[in-house]
């Protein structure tokens, strides 16, 4: 083994085109939401083939704000999954309603079925995640949607780049044309396409984008581009109590170029992908990442699943291990149910989910980004095949194990 070898878990890809980009916004003077967040809301909204979209500073605050347009509050209940990061369930509080947890099925996201069992009359929505970019069984989710009168809102911050079924992650179905009430993405810093911080929400309801709009700049009727549109009008009107969720023009020079990027990206995210597999078919210790005939995966995370009955050593000490040959790595997700936050809420029946819980201790995300060379991809494979062969339990000991 070599010594000094340093896989970091991720390295963004910014280019002279981003560089540029954001000096010629600099010089322009024209800094806060303006004619770049216009122009890159129109090519997201053309990639995506979703007729409205809305850049925010964040998914987290896309979540809140399509939560709130949809006037989701107190007394209602949102269904979401365990496996996933806690914004999706902080912005549900924070509109005052109740985060119930659905479980997940195999494929590590939310399971339909699940779903079915937690809807009450309080039921008002459902938040999917597409974890790690492999997009959830949308045809089922709208189906239960349709039939109980719930909107859907996609959690789309692993899935720029992902298809469903021929459409696009957030996009309404090509199949059926059935769509969600909103789709948020995330350009956060490690995310497939990066603005540094910030998001998308995408909709195909005008009535919809329009009140988003407005509430995404403190609910004023005009933002500051119309108002100097307008010729330095100084007139405006607050019309509900709104946010500060608007994407800055400096973001959007970032985000313009990673578009353009985006499925060169995913093309070598997947060849990296096909890699990770052929180097680690045949170690019995760890199982590859799920896929799906009919899913283009984003590929934004390849979380490997360690078979933990075949190994002497748990996922901690198999990360301490990656980390003492150089090798950076991340776990997604701490299951919602065993952060503090939680806590109270975890003892409620309606958030038991123990399959979330039974398939946390076997995840570790490896690095995988564009940046990253072929040898280090070699490297991290026969990093784990060296960890998990060394670290194998033997056959006796499994034996006695399951005469206990
Ligand atoms: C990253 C992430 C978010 C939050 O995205 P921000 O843009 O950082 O607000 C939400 N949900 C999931 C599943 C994420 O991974």
């Given at each position: 083994m070599q010594s000094g070898v340093q896989v970091p878990y991720h390295r963004p890809s910014i280019g002279d085109e981003e560089i540029d980009e954001v000096v010629r916004t600099l010089k322009s003077g024209w800094l806060t939401t303006g004619p770049r967040t216009a122009q890159f809301e129109q090519e997201f909204s053309a990639y995506a083939n979703v007729p409205h979209a809305l850049a925010v500073n964040s998914c987290t605050s896309g979540l809140h704000l399509a939560l709130a347009a949809l006037n989701i509050g107190p007394g209602m209940e949102v269904i979401t999954t365990?496996?996933?990061?806690c914004a999706t369930v902080n912005t549900i509080i924070h509109t005052g309603a109740t985060p119930v947890l659905a479980d997940v099925g195999p494929d590590g996201n939310i399971d339909p079925a699940s779903i079915q069992s937690r809807i009450t009359d309080k039921t008002r929505a459902i938040v999917p995640v597409h974890f790690a970019g492999l997009p959830c069984d949308m045809d089922a989710i709208w189906f239960l949607a349709r039939r109980h009168g719930l909107d859907v809102i996609e959690d789309c911050a692993h899935a720029a780049g992902a298809f469903y079924k021929g459409g696009h992650a957030g996009a309404a179905s090509p199949l059926t044309g059935e769509h969600s009430a909103a789709s948020v993405f995330s350009f956060y810093a490690?995310?497939?396409?990066?603005?540094?911080e910030g998001g998308m929400v995408l909709t195909h309801d005008e009535e919809l984008a329009s009140r988003m709009k407005i509430l995404s700049?403190?609910?004023?009727?005009?933002n500051a581009w119309n108002r100097y549109s307008d010729r330095g009008h100084w007139g405006y009107e607050v019309l509900e109590s709104g946010y500060k969720y608007n994407m800055s023009d400096i973001q959007a020079s970032i985000g313009i170029h990673q578009l353009r990027k985006l499925e060169g990206f995913i093309e070598t995210r997947t060849r990296f992908v096909d890699l990770y597999n052929s180097l680690l078919?045949?170690?019995?210790?760890v199982e590859r990442p799920p896929e799906k005939p009919d899913c283009r995966h984003a590929w934004h995370l390849y979380t490997l699943r360690l078979n933990l009955e075949r190994l002497a050593i748990g996922r901690d000490e198999f990360i301490e291990q990656l980390k003492d040959r150089g090798v950076g790595t991340s776990v997604?997700?701490?299951?919602?149910?065993?952060?503090p936050f939680f806590a109270s809420r975890a003892k409620l029946r309606q958030n038991h989910c123990p399959r979330a819980l039974a398939l946390y201790p076997r995840l570790i995300s490896l690095p995988l980004f564009p940046a990253m060379t072929e040898d280090q991809v070699e490297y991290v494979a026969k990093t784990v095949r060296q960890i998990a062969r060394k670290s194998r339990k033997h056959v006796w000991a499994a034996m006695a194990a399951v005469g206990d």
């Open positions: 365990p496996l996933t990061f490690v995310k497939n396409l990066t603005t540094g700049l403190h609910g004023i009727s005009k078919a045949d170690v019995e210790e997604h997700f701490i299951p919602i149910p065993l952060h």
